[in-house]
């Protein structure tokens, strides 16, 4: 009896293992395909090396900031690879907290991103995430193992909204794309804040970025994205918080963060995140 039990056991560990064998490549081949998507997007930028003399007639602390971070003939950035760990709240109402690891190709122009993550529920048990920004398509999904979706939200002008922000709101990671020979147009508010704007097709998007006493990002604050309660998609004043820079490639970036939700009780945190390796191409 026992050695049937056993083979019963056997069979089912093999049969889990095909399973899981199976999503991860079912997975590994949409991220190749979305990946694809977004080096077909891709176009070379326009100007290929920053000048002081762009930031004339710019805001004081889009200046300084630019000083700050930027050397005189940085090559545009032109894509960025990063690697991620840290902590995501699984919560919409309190705090559960679950370890994240992460890799996210950006492209500089035409605006775009895949951030592909996995979020460990419990030993063994990872969610895995696509949350991007392709050809003007916003895109989220979650799928457990995957094999079995969780969460999907494609195609929605909410969603694709909603993933340009997230674009704009870490160019401190990618400050050249912040330029105005980038596209952004930039607005003074005071001597320490100013508004940037971002138009992807149909897509115009205004952010409040603030600057510290160091001239560089401290934060971009948005004062409506979709936050989605109990399946419903309410517009949300929102934050990502950026600390402790490092020079990398000759730009000073941020190599921790934090995002928020500013609700009337409170902040919520939801993403909170460091830098474990980030890696340039320039435009040529």
């Not at 122009?109 to 895995?128: C, T």
């Not at 969460?151 to 909603?162: N, R, S």
């Not at 320490?192 to 600057?211: E, N, S």
């Amino acid at each position: 009896m026992w050695k049937i039990i056993l083979l019963i056991i056997l069979g089912l560990a093999v049969v889990i293992a095909i399973a899981l064998f199976y999503g991860d490549i079912r997975w590994r081949s949409q991220t190749k395909e979305m990946n694809a998507r977004l080096e077909a997007a891709r176009i070379s930028p326009a100007k290929k090396i920053f000048r002081q003399d762009e930031l004339i007639g710019l805001p004081e602390p889009v200046q300084r900031y630019f000083r700050t971070v930027l050397r005189d003939g940085q090559p545009m950035v032109a894509a960025v690879n990063i690697e991620h760990e840290g902590t995501f709240n699984m919560s919409e109402t309190g705090d559960n907290w679950k370890r994240f690891t992460s890799v996210q190709r950006v492209i500089a122009q035409r605006p775009g991103f895949d951030w592909e993550a996995r979020i460990y529920m419990a030993p063994g048990l990872a969610v895995r995430v696509h949350d991007a920004y392709i050809a003007g398509e916003g895109i989220l999904q979650g799928s457990l193992f995957g094999l079995f979706s969780i969460a999907k939200m494609i195609g929605t002008k909410e969603v694709a909204e909603g993933e340009l922000m997230r674009f704009f709101a870490e160019t401190a990671w990618y400050p050249t794309a912040l330029l105005p020979s980038q596209g952004v147009k930039w607005e003074a508010v005071s001597d320490t804040t100013a508004r940037a704007t971002l138009q992807d097709g149909d897509i115009v998007l205004t952010l409040l970025f603030r600057f510290n006493e160091s001239g560089v990002i401290e934060s971009t604050y948005a004062t409506a994205r979709g936050r989605t309660a109990a399946g419903t998609v309410i517009p949300t004043p929102w934050e990502g918080r950026w600390s402790h820079y490092e020079l990398r490639d000759g730009m000073l970036v941020p190599t921790q963060g934090e995002v928020a939700w500013i609700l009337p009780d409170g902040d919520k945190p939801y993403w909170r995140g460091r830098i474990k390796k980030i890696s340039y191409e320039f435009a040529q």
